[in-house]
């Protein structure tokens, strides 16, 4: 995935959801801790463009972390994000699961997506 100052959050958000449909990702002014969530407050519109300190590709692998690519968009952009997971016909932070891997959350979201709750 490449991440430049030209893409908006939109555009960054439906890359990733190519890859993991059951998963989304958004963008908060302000960091948050492991296994910690966000304030719905501090989210980032999805069609602002983004303020990065650097341009470049991300490597993301389905077994990778959740806190690991979290880490990384941090390290490398300077970007707060949240991954959340289908369940049911609602997302959920998955600050509980930040250690599993996006291909584990991905599955969890799969199996939880035909609920009705």
């Given at each position: 995935m490449i991440i430049d100052q030209h893409k908006t959050?939109?555009?960054?958000?439906?890359?990733?959801s190519e890859i993991?449909?059951?998963?989304?990702?958004?963008?908060?002014k302000?960091?948050?801790?492991?296994f910690g969530g966000n304030s719905s407050k501090e989210i980032?519109?999805?069609?602002?463009?983004?303020?990065?300190?650097s341009t470049g590709e991300l490597h993301i692998s389905s077994s990778m972390t959740v806190n690991e690519l979290e880490?990384?968009?941090?390290?490398?952009?300077?970007?707060?994000?949240?991954?959340?997971r289908k369940h049911g016909k609602t997302?959920?932070?998955t600050t509980v699961t930040d250690n599993w891997t996006l291909y584990k959350q991905n599955?969890?979201?799969k199996a939880l997506s035909d609920l009705k709750f």
């Open positions: 959050t939109n555009q960054i958000q439906q890359e990733f993991f449909p059951f998963l989304k990702i958004e963008f908060f302000k960091s948050h801790n492991t980032i519109q999805t069609k602002e463009a983004l303020k990065i300190k880490q990384r968009f941090k390290s490398q952009f300077g970007l707060n994000i949240q991954v959340f997302w959920i932070e599955e969890e979201g």
